[in-house]
């Protein structure tokens, strides 16, 4: 039996992984989907289009688990593409659904899914991720991932930006990020190479 889920409940539920990049997220949504399917339960698996650092039509963990996934481009879309037979809804990379997937997911639970999201709760320079703070609030379960300090081994909750970018959202892996603990994090590093672009 599922730890998150018990045989015969009739409402809905949402559960709600969260964490820095690196710490396992995609990974534990997998794990879950995984256990649902081997209790026979209908499962649907979200992804954003925006995300297409590995294959297009999967989520896929940086440890190379990935299962098969629905691509859609607004959160509206989810509500829509929801099977009414389906037990487990199951969305990766939320944060960039957008403040409208807190409805989505609160109208699944409604009817009731059990809703599996997961995604980043602070952008790089440490602010919450919205929509990921909210779904945190109305979610029934939480899970926070935390990975290992690229610098000094320690747990690590804080994503470290390592490219000259001062977008929110940039869609990368290895290379231009790394996972920092609070010691170690340097919330003024991307400013810091914007300035030296700007003075060269």
């Known amino acids: 039996m599922s730890l998150y889920h018990y045989p015969g409940a009739t409402a809905g539920q ?11 997220k995609s990974e534990e949504l997998i794990r879950r989907v995984r256990r649902a399917q081997f209790a026979r339960q209908r499962v649907q698996v979200f992804k954003p289009k925006i995300d297409d650092r ?22 509206p879309e ?58 945190m609030a ?7 991932t935390l990975a290992v300090c690229h610098k000094c081994g320690a747990p690590a909750n804080r994503t470290q930006r390592l490219v000259d970018s001062e977008e929110r959202v940039l869609v990368a892996a290895a ?10 994090w340097e919330p003024e590093l991307t400013k810091q190479f914007n300035m030296e672009l700007e003075s060269e």
């Not at 995604?119 to 790089?124: C, I």
């Not at 109305?138 to 926070?144: I, L």
């Open 138 to 144: 109305v979610a029934e379960f939480v899970t926070k």
């Open 175 to 184: 290379g231009a990020y790394e996972a920092r603990c609070r010691s170690c």
């Open 78 to 135: 989810i509500l829509e593409s929801v099977d009414d037979r389906t037990q487990v809804v199951a969305i990766d990379e939320v944060q960039f659904f957008g403040e409208a997937i807190v409805e989505v997911c609160e109208k699944l639970a409604n009817r009731g899914k059990r809703v599996i999201v997961a995604g980043l709760d602070q952008d790089y320079t440490g602010r919450p991720f919205e929509p990921v703070p909210h779904l």
């Open 54 to 75: 590995y294959k297009a039509d999967e989520v896929c963990s940086h440890s190379a688990m990935s299962v098969p996934a629905d691509i859609m481009s607004t959160a």
């Open 14 to 24: 949402i559960e709600v992984i969260c964490g820095s990049k690196f710490s396992g």
